[in-house]
């Protein structure tokens, strides 16, 4: 099997209530990535500029992470600067500096092209036709978008959700789209939109998986101490999908599964900034957390 | 065992997208002792006016409630209007009339004197120690509250909360007390201020029931058509204290049981307008609810 993940590779200037940190890597593309890899090798397609530090893609090889689909611009790389409350849910976005990602046109590299599990880590809803045209023959095409596309580019967005096998959302993106407050009710009708499946992800409360014909929750891990929220949802994704390329089999039982270890992998990104905590991580540590998941919601 | 539960038996006036009920039963005491009622033989204490409906007192005894504790005054039973929006947690109040609860004084019946669970469900906090002080050899005792009270009576419901075993809050209010907006470091702060037990209800994201060490997460039912949210709250503690007083035991497997069965009732009762789902509720739809939670978070 093979996972290609399209996304951003990023820098972050992060400031929450416990500290700040100036232009650390992140990007949806390199969290996905960097959760995929405890479970397999994804390929990760993006752009960086000359200034992306040289440690950071040694660190996504020792990772086993497939960095072919890097390209590397002239010029500076994406730079995003936010702020999170106190609540880690309100956060604002002070700056978004596109550099290298202004015009990105990913052309995927062969290795690429044979993708099973094709990941559109919000990114412009008009890129999604372009990409999935160079791959052959997906079989799990899966997509997350943002606020921005859902109000500058609805209509394509609608558009491409009809290729999409599995969805995923947070809980106000799910009302924008769907119009409806009730996140049940919301999730079923996007599910009329194409999807077979929808992720709901709630942050700290957890996520709701739905298909046509089932329901599972998964419980966010009780965490006391949040440190900085980017990169959760990433996180989920790429825990969920690096999940379900190493199994092979995408049953109900391995979907549960698939999420639950999207939730763990979430829960460890947030307690250190940017991908720090993401680095010291071991595959031990991940199962731990897992069996710990088992025994918060067993009764 | 027996559990006595002393709150307020009221008229609602409820107001919801999907319609408006004039003066319909409800009441803290009302919905908490229905749900328990599914379990074990709750005895409710409390104070209607002569215009509370007989066929109701009738129910009550139906549903095998012991109602010696609910005292008959001359005048009218305490009323509450209220409205919610699109978002079931978005509640307006919009009158509260206390009539005969105003100076309302509980005297306990001899057989609520001897009673091994005591749940004082969101009740002035002046009036704990005078209900406390008149039962023998309470086991457990439990409490709910509300912002007023937390606004209002801070100190006394600070001095309450030392002799309470379980409490009841939602993540308002543990914010509010605790003074931390990470719900998990809000309910281990409040643990240090007597209670054993805490249960945070976060209504269509489910409960959490800390003790110091260990944690329980329950999910709520994914509902697709919540048409009244009145009384949700009162339905989980009913459920989880009617348990708990049936199986008389009091194990963690416990607690995470009647944590689950809280929410299996409070998810029914928000089915309808005030306590008609409740009416018509069987053991086996009770079971077969608790039976789909378990399915929910299976993995």
Known sequence: MSLVIVGSLAFDTIETPWGRREKIVGGSG???????SFFTRPKIVGVVGTDFPREIMAFF?????DTRGIVVKRGKTFHWEGRYGRDPNQRTTIKTELNVFRGFKPRLPLACRKADIVFLANIDPDMHEHILSQVENPKLVVMDTIRLWIETKREALFRELKRVD?????DEEVKLLSGQTNLIKGGRKLLECGPS???LKKGEHGALVFGRDFVFGVLAHPSEDVVDPTGAGDCFAGGFLGYLDKVKRWSHREIRKAAVFGSVLASFAIEDFGIDRLKSLTDQEVEARFRQFKKLVAF
């Open 30 to 36: 390199t969290y996905c990535s960097l959760a995929a």
């Open 166 to 170: 599995i969805f995923f959302a947070n």
């Open 61 to 65: 090889k020792r990772r086993r992470i």
């Open 197 to 199: 499946t929808i992720v």
